[in-house]
């Protein structure tokens, strides 16, 4: 069964940083894109940023500048480097992954990494 883990949230003063992790385990033939999203509360869930499996990135505008997402195929994992980190920053981070398994081509979630970023 493939399974999304993330790591590295945590409570950081505004101007700091955090490094996200999201590691891919289970039955994984291919990856396309990963990607991080984040959900502040009482808010939708929004796109932070993607990274297909030739290396190209989006971000969103809010964070440009400030956040680099990276992978390593190799070890089935996405990372978010985020820097400068601001108070609206704070919110649940979860990492998404289209990728082929044993059940054929899906998209899978992980269960999410609270980031809190105090002012």
């Known amino acids: 069964q493939v399974q999304l883990v993330e790591s590295g949230g945590g409570l950081v003063q505004a101007g700091g940083s955090l490094r996200l992790s999201c590691a891919a385990s289970?039955?994984?033939?291919?990856?396309?894109?990963m990607a991080w999203y984040h959900q502040a509360p009482g808010k939708q869930r929004e796109l932070v940023a993607s990274?297909?499996?030739?290396?190209?990135?989006t971000y969103a505008d809010s964070v440009k500048g400030r956040f680099t997402i990276s992978r390593d195929d190799a070890k089935k994992t996405v990372y978010l480097q985020m820097n400068s980190l601001k108070p609206e920053d704070t919110a649940v981070y979860y990492c998404n992954a289209g990728l082929r398994g044993a059940l054929g081509y899906r998209t899978y979630w992980g269960q999410g990494t609270q980031v809190t970023v105090s002012s």
């Open positions: 990274i297909t499996s030739v290396g190209s990135t």
């Open positions: 289970g039955r994984i033939f291919s990856i396309n894109t």
